[in-house]
């Protein structure tokens, strides 16, 4: 791949071991260098404040979901710039329509750009050619893109 992907950190968060294990192979093999966890609260812990690249997380996770650890994370890095992954039988506009009465950072999700959704299942190719695609935007780390 083009060297827009070489050396760049990813911090990869989903708690199936094979997940975490496909992405890991398929983004090294690509130049990316690639931490992975499959507990959120370990990953939490061990979060190293502007040394990632990007942050991938799984949405439905037990212990915190997606959300939740990414709220986490701004808390320690706001710069920090996140993409999630989708289970195959849930959708981006599901995400955008779903109405919450919770904080205003939860209702923020409904805001995210299509882009920062990858959805299982995914093949190696469009795993980097999507990567690459959110790392090349240049998106603001900031959940609110307009």
Do not use: H, W
């Not at 294990?21 to 507990?39: C, H, N, P, W």
């Not at 920062?116 to 980097?128: E, G, H, M, T, Y």
């Amino acid at each position: 791949m083009g060297s827009a992907t070489k050396g760049n950190k990813v911090l990869l968060v989903d708690d199936e071991p094979d997940i975490t294990m496909a992405f890991k192979l398929t983004l090294e093999s690509a130049g990316f260098i690639v931490d992975t966890y499959q507990d959120p609260l370990l990953a939490l812990s061990r979060f190293k404040p502007s040394y990632y690249n990007l942050v991938i997380l799984d949405i439905k996770m037990p212990k915190m979901n997606g959300f939740e650890l990414y709220s986490e994370m701004r808390k320690r890095d706001e710069q920090v710039k996140v993409c999630f992954i989708t289970a195959g039988e849930m959708y981006y506009n599901d995400i955008r329509n779903e109405k919450r009465e919770e904080s205003e950072e939860e209702e923020q999700y409904c805001k995210l750009d299509r882009e920062r959704f990858l959805q299982k299942p995914i093949s190696n190719a469009d795993i980097v050619k999507r990567i690459n695609k959110i790392m090349m935007l240049n998106l603001s780390p900031n959940i609110q893109n307009t």
